[in-house]
Nanobody, 121 residues
């Protein structure tokens, strides 16, 4: 199983960015896909997760209303639409795949390499 995240880059404060992550070799046991981020010097933080077969997604309170997760199981791809970005959103963003819908990183078995998002004025 391999996850390839892309879409990171430099964004102006207040701007938007869309990240994508494609999963290759996804297993039958794969149930959910999530997005996490890690800012420099901080622990990895849960952002959002969704089931490959649909259902209500999960969001961290810190991004609820600003970030939206989209999933298309037909192409094994998940997107994270991020709006109204601020300096605190600067981090490396990771996608992860696992057998359950969860905000806990330990519930995800496979991780992408990360993509850097830098928010600047």
């Amino acid at each position: 199983v391999q996850l390839q995240a892309s879409g990171g880059g430099l964004v102006r404060t207040g701007g938007s960015r869309e990240l994508s992550c494609t999963v290759s070799g996804r297993l039958a046991s794969s149930y959910a896909v999530g997005w996490f981020r890690q800012a420099q010097g901080k622990d990895r933080e849960f952002l959002a997760a969704a089931g490959w077969r649909g259902g209500s997604p999960l969001y961290a309170d810190s991004v609820k209303g600003r970030f939206v997760i989209y999933v298309d199981s037909a192409v094994n791809t998940v997107w994270l639409q991020m709006d109204r970005l601020n300096y605190g959103d600067t981090a490396v963003y990771y996608c992860a795949d696992g057998p359950r819908l969860s905000p806990r990183e330990n519930d995800y078995d496979y991780w992408g390499q990360g993509t850097q998002v830098t928010v600047s004025s």
